[in-house]
């Protein structure tokens, strides 16, 4: 049986990859009432823009030109809403996909979650002027 994974590599991989993500997100019950309920998204709107967000960070496609912070600064979420996040953003990409750019996608989502809560108040900023590098 093959079970080799493929890289994210190509705009459908990043579609699949978004989708997927949002389905966890939606069945969650900690984080669907923040999107569904809080900011009542509207997923036909957000999902492109996400597609644009990780394709230019992951293919370097540029099509993304938003600011990502702003949307967050005022939600009503905890450092546990954001490490849920981060619990099922790893577990998709892990089901999904295997290489060099699937784990750049967990750094850099790792990264912007931290930089996203150390905006936030969320964590403190602590010493380590490394601190936006996670260690395993
Ligand atoms: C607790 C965790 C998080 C929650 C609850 C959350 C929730 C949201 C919500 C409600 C929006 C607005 C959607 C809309 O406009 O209808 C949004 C947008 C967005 N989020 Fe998050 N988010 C979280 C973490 C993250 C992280 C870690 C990243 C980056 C890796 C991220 C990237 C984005 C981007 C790129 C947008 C689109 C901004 C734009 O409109 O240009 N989010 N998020």
Do not use: C
Not at 65 to 91: S, T
């Amino acid at each position: 049986m093959n079970t080799e994974k493929p890289d994210i590599r190509t705009e459908e991989d990043i579609k699949r990859m978004v989708d997927a993500f949002y389905d966890l997100v939606n069945q969650d019950d900690m984080l669907s009432p923040v999107f569904n309920g809080h900011a009542h998204v509207n997923w036909e709107t957000h999902l492109p823009i996400m597609y644009k967000f990780w394709s230019s960070i992951l293919l370097g496609s540029s099509t993304y030109n938003g600011q990502p912070f702003p949307k967050h600064a005022f939600l009503p979420v905890e450092k546990g809403h954001f490490d849920r996040w981060m619990e099922l953003f790893v577990k998709n990409i892990d089901d999904l996909f295997e290489g060099q750019i699937a784990e750049m996608s967990k750094a850099r989502a790792i990264n912007m979650a931290r930089v996203f809560q150390l905006k936030m108040g969320l964590i403190p900023r602590g010493d380590n002027p490394f601190y936006l590098v996670e260690k395993k």
